[in-house]
T-cell receptor, first 111, second 112 residues
Framework: GENVEQHPSTLSVQEGDSAVIKCTYS??????FPWYKQELGKGPQLIID?????GEKKDQRIAVTLNKTAKHFSLHITETQPEDSAVYFC??????????FGKGTRLSVIA | SQTIHQWPATLVQPVGSPLSLECTVE??????LYWYRQAAGRGLQLLFY??????ISSEVPQNLSASRPQDRQFILSSKKLLLSDSGFYLC???????????FGSGTQLSVL
């Protein structure tokens, strides 16, 4: 089955700097790659996703890139703000199968 | 847009007591429904998912069960809770309309 590895597990950046979180997946048939942000005590919130027919997608300060050949995808957050502090999860799936999640990255933005 | 209702928000139960967590979805039909568990500071573990009424798939053997009595209702149950059942339980919904997975607000369960 699919296996998703996510790193780093923790990341600290200064406010205004960029943050990058990387994930790799094992199943070359996976075609959907979402990213979730989870704040303390809340359910994960979908922030951006990408499908395998696209190499990059951007939404304001957030962007996701996908390299199908290498089977990895990354989340990029520019001009980080304190409210970006949270746990971020990547995931992968194919067709209608359940998402397989990475173990999460705890991002701290230091003011 | 769809809305996922999950309750209660927090629950403290003694070991050996029963459990029933309910999740209902509004604003969509024929959703795929999921139960995830998250241990403190850990990742998301898929427990059960359902593609329709009465259809339940279990991902891991455990002390829990799930049922889907109605199209937009998903219930997580246990006859006797264990200490290891403590965690943050999340209901999630996937629909063909949005082709995305959305999570509810979660239930923090503490078994003492």
């Amino acid at each position: 089955g699919e296996n998703v590895e996510q790193h780093p597990s923790t990341l600290s950046v200064q406010e205004g700097d960029s943050a990058v979180i990387k994930c790799t997946y094992s199943d070359s048939a996976s075609n959907y790659f979402p990213w979730y942000k989870q704040e303390l005590g809340k359910g994960p919130q979908l922030i951006i996703d990408i499908r395998s027919n696209v190499g990059e997608k951007k939404d304001q300060r957030i962007a996701v890139t996908l390299n199908k050949t290498a089977k990895h995808f990354s989340l990029h957050i520019t001009e980080t703000q304190p409210e970006d502090s949270a746990v971020y999860f990547c995931a992968a799936s194919k067709g209608n199968t359940p998402l397989v999640f990475g173990k999460g990255t705890r991002l701290s933005v230091i003011a | 847009s769809q809305t996922i209702h999950q309750w209660p928000a927090t629950l403290v139960q003694p070991v050996g007591s029963p459990l029933s967590l309910e999740c209902t979805v509004e604003g969509t039909s024929n959703p795929n429904l999921y139960w995830y568990r998250q241990a403190a500071g850990r990742g998301l573990q898929l427990l059960f998912y359902s593609v329709g009424i009465g259809q339940i798939s279990s991902e891991v053997p455990q002390n829990l069960s799930a049922s889907r009595p109605q199209d937009r209702q998903f219930i997580l149950s246990s006859k006797k809770l264990l200490l290891s059942d403590s965690g943050f339980y999340l209901c999630a919904c996937y629909t063909g309309k949005y082709e995305k997975l959305f999570f509810g607000s979660g239930t923090q369960l503490s078994v003492l």
